[in-house]
């Protein structure tokens, strides 16, 4: 219990100071809830995120909460995940380069009961963080206006999740989340006229909700070594209980006054159902192949934006469209028993591609396209032999017609720790 709550609070303090540093400079968090998170792991990254079918006691698959059954009597398992990334932003002409550090995951798996497991851990959902500016001629005078936008936010969800093997071979399993967040998205328009007023204007939102995921596995053996597993995940969709803020300021720079108007709407975020499937063949426990496929139903779900026509804050229909992915991958060990190191290695290939979710100025945005490859190297100490570094390398593709490509290199640096604290010494 004292390792159990010490391990805690290390944690816990890790991931508080990691969180403060995440975040994204996309310009396309500033619509939505923001660029969704990868929400994938160590162990799956670099095989293109999949994990409906992935069952392993020796990870935490958090994605589909089925997969907790798996974990044996004696584990503790905490798995802590970082990553940088270095984007370039290309728009006609114009190249720009941004780094960025992340936090991605923490989360923890064990054994209550026979074929029960509980997980524990915080993942982020979306980022926010862009800033820049642009600069229009005003008619054939010499007088320039320039509109900044900068935002700030994101969401995230700390999650129980249970899992239990409801007879041989399939189990189910859930995921109760408290999600929370916010996002500041601040617009405003200055002028080399000394006599314009100055305009801005502050969106805001804070959510504090809960969520609800769901997930499935059934395990069939094949031969005598193989073994096919098809999995499926259901996540609901529902209100946030988000209010979202609009503030207005016009600001006279001769008299210095400012003069504030300001709208709001009650309850106005909200996140979408998401359905899920996939299967995973594990072939002589050395090599595995996955494909997922993945729909969220985003265009059921309003958002609060200015109407151009009416210029009121209102709750807009269709502002977003569903979202489908498909990821494949493969996870190869040449020989898991060898006494060579290299042929104990974790070789990971895959990619994905995904469809956008949001709509910008009236046409679909960025679709993603994505390539991975990583190394599951293995830790081993006297004590120890079943933890593991998970390195992963991502290369992602956004783009959309006539608006910014971004090409984005990410390095993912995942721990496993594997413990057998529950193990009995012995002694003659």
């Known amino acids: 219990m004292k390792k159990l709550l010490v391990s805690g609070l290390l944690l816990g303090f890790s991931v508080l100071s990691m969180m403060a540093q995440s975040g994204t400079k996309s310009p396309y968090s500033q619509y939505g809830l923001g660029v969704l998170s990868d929400q994938s792991q160590g162990f799956n990254r670099g095989m293109g995120g999949v994990f409906q079918g992935f069952r392993s006691g020796n ?89 900044s936008f900068e935002g700030t936010g994101g969401f995230r969800q700390v999650y129980l999740g249970l899992g239990y093997e409801i ?82 300021s016009n600001t006279d720079t001769q008299t210095g006054l400012i003069a504030l108007t300001g709208d709001s709407i009650d309850n106005a975020l909200s996140i979408p159902m998401t359905i899920g499937a996939g299967v995973s063949y594990n072939h002589n426990r050395n090599l ?33 469209t569903d979202r489908h992915k498909l990821s494949g991958g493969i996870d190869w060990i040449p020989a898991p028993t060898s006494r060579r190191f290299l042929n104990r290695v974790h070789y990971r290939f895959g990619g994905s591609y995904a469809t956008p979710y949001l709509k910008i100025k009236g046409q679909d945005g960025p679709k993603e396209l994505s390539l991975s490859a990583g190394f599951g190297i293995p830790l081993v100490n006297s004590w120890n032999n ?32 594997n413990e057998r604290w529950f193990a009995k010494w012995k002694v003659d």
């Open 167 to 248: 007879f041989k071979g399939f189990s189910l399993g859930a995921n109760i989340s408290y999600f929370w967040g916010s996002y500041e998205r601040d617009i405003t328009v200055t002028s080399s006229d000394a006599y314009v007023k100055t305009i801005a204007k502050e969106y805001e939102a804070e959510a504090s909700s809960y969520k609800l995921d769901f997930g499935a596995q059934y395990q069939h053996k094949i031969g005598k070594n193989d073994r096919l597993t098809v999995g499926a995940t259901l996540g609901l969709g529902h209100k946030i209980n988000a209010d979202a803020n609009l503030l207005v």
């Open 288 to 320: 595995i192949f996955g494909l997922d496929y993945q729909w969220m139903r985003w265009s059921k779900e309003p958002f609060p934006v200015v109407d151009e026509a009416t210029n009121k804050f209102i709750l807009k229909e269709n502002y977003y």
């Open 59 to 147: 990870q935490v698959n958090m994605q589909n909460p089925a997969s907790y059954s798996a974990v044996d009597s004696l584990s503790m398992i905490f798995d802590l995940g970082v990553s940088g990334t270095l984007t370039n932003f290309k728009e006609g002409d114009a190249k720009v380069n941004a780094k960025t550090a992340n936090f991605e995951y923490a989360t923890a798996l064990f054994r209550v009961l026979p074929k029960f497991g509980v997980s524990v851990g915080i993942v982020p959902y979306t980022n926010v963080g862009y800033s820049y500016s642009t600069k229009q001629k005003v008619g054939n005078s010499s007088t320039t206006t320039t509109t």
């Open 386 to 417: 079943r933890s593991v570094l998970n390195v992963s390398f991502q290369w992602t593709n956004l783009s959309a017609k006539n608006l910014v490509t971004e090409n984005q290199f990410r390095i993912t640096i995942g721990l496993t720790f």
